[in-house]
């Protein structure tokens, strides 16, 4: 199964854009891109998905590379309630959903 | 619309009891897993299920079983509780293959 590598944390002031990146150098054509954050005490929320193109909601936007080995999750304006453990996984396409948690990236917002 | 409803929120358990974490959704939705996530850990599947009457094992399914006898319901069996089995569980339900999951807010399990 193909892998996905994010930093552990990041850190950004509120108000500002945050770009989450994650890279998936052997991901598949298959493959869909997926992000969930954990707020703390929380369980597990959806953000948003993609295959290939851009992609916006409410929430956020994903941009993903043109290759498609990388991915940014872009949080357009960072509020408090954005800190939370950010997720990026791969999911095939066509098959039995199971999400594969990582170790996602922990992002911290201060004033 | 509820989502997703985990019960209880918490629990202790003595080793060797067995006991069922109830996850309810009112979604319709075909696709339903279960998670447990230890202190300072992702999270990580144990069971889950495509559709009723059809249930996998995920990455640590042993001490645990499923069912699936509805599309709404799909609990979670501990069959003789062990302190390596104390950790948070979530359920979570999805209409189909790549479309996101609703989570619940999870069970506190301790086992002492």
């Known amino acids: 199964d193909a892998k996905t590598t994010q930093p552990n944390s990041m850190e950004s002031n509120e108000e500002e854009p945050v770009h989450l990146p994650c890279n998936h150098s052997t991901i598949s054509g298959t493959d869909y891109i997926h992000w969930y954050r954990q707020l703390p005490s929380q369980g597990p929320e959806y953000v948003i998905h993609?295959?290939?193109s851009n992609v916006n909601n409410r929430m956020a936007s994903l941009a993903i590379a043109e290759d498609r080995k990388s991915s940014t999750l872009i949080l357009h304006r960072a509020t408090l309630r954005d800190a939370a453990v950010y997720y990026c996984?791969?999911?095939?396409?066509?098959?039995?959903?199971?999400?594969?948690f990582g170790t996602g990236t922990r992002l911290q917002v201060t004033l | 619309n509820a989502g997703v409803t985990q019960t209880p929120k918490f629990q202790v358990l003595k080793t060797g009891q067995s006991m069922t974490l109830q996850c309810a959704q009112d979604?319709?939705?075909?696709?339903m897993s279960w998670y447990r996530q230890d202190p300072g850990m992702g999270l990580r599947l144990i069971h889950y299920s495509v559709g009723a009457g059809i249930t996998d094992q995920g990455e640590v399914p042993n001490g645990y079983n499923v069912s699936r006898s509805t599309t709404e319901d799909f609990p979670l069996r501990l069959l003789s509780a062990a302190p390596s089995q104390t950790s948070v569980y979530f359920c979570?339900?999805?209409?189909?293959?790549?479309?996101?999951?609703?989570f619940g807010s999870g069970t506190r399990l301790t086992v002492v």
């Open positions: 996984i791969l999911l095939k396409a066509g098959t039995a959903s199971k999400l594969t």
């Open positions: 993609g295959l290939t």
């Open positions: 979570a339900s999805s209409p189909s293959a790549n479309y996101g999951y609703t």
């Open positions: 979604m319709n939705h075909e696709y």
